[in-house]
C-alpha cells in the first residue's frame, strides 16, 4: 500500500483547516471495519455500497458514483481507495489514482467527486463527516 504523500518535510494534512472548512455538526457516517464502500447508491440497489449517501440533496451529492470509495482498516492504519470513480477523488488536494489506497490520518480532508469529507477517528472508530 502507499504510504502518505508528503511534500518537503510535512505530511500534506499539516495544513490548517480553514473555518468554511470545518465539518458540518450531524452529518456523519462511520465506517463499518475492516472495509468499507461508500457512494451515492441506494441500500435497495443490487450491488449497494455499504455506507451510502444517497439521502443528501442531488446538489450535495453532485457526481459521486454509486460505488465510489473503499476505506480500510489494516489493524494499524486506515485507508482511502478510488474505485475507478468517474470524478475521482482526493485526499488533502492530492488526486487518487484508481485502485491505489492511500494511507489517512486523523483530519485528512478527503473529496470523492465534489462532496467534501474529513476523515476522523472518534472513540475508536473512524467517521468521515461532512464539510460545511
Not at 462511520?30 to 450491488?47: H, N, Q, S, T, W
Not at 473503499?70 to 489493524?75: S, V
Not at 470513480?85 to 465534489?114: C, I, M, T, W
Request: aromatic share 6%; hydrophobic share 40%; glycine share 10%.
Amino acid at each position: 500500500m502507499t504510504e502518505r504523500a508528503t511534500t518537503a518535510s510535512q505530511p500534506l494534512s499539516a495544513t490548517p483547516i480553514p473555518a468554511t472548512e470545518r465539518p458540518a455538526d450531524g452529518l456523519l457516517w462511520v465506517l463499518p471495519i475492516p472495509a468499507a464502500i461508500v457512494g451515492r447508491g441506494a441500500l435497495k440497489d443490487e450491488f449497494p455500497p455499504d455506507v451510502s449517501l444517497a439521502g443528501l440533496s442531488s446538489a450535495m451529492l453532485g457526481t459521486v458514483s454509486r460505488r465510489h470509495a473503499r476505506f480500510t482498516f489494516d489493524g494499524q492504519h486506515f485507508y482511502i481507495e478510488d474505485l475507478a470513480s468517474l470524478n475521482g477523488s482526493r485526499v488533502n488536494g492530492l488526486q487518487l489514482q484508481p485502485f491505489q489506497p492511500y494511507r489517512l490520518e486523523d483530519g485528512d480532508r478527503v473529496e470523492l467527486a465534489g462532496l467534501r469529507l474529513i476523515f476522523v477517528r472518534r472513540n475508536g472508530d473512524a467517521v468521515i463527516q461532512l464539510v460545511g
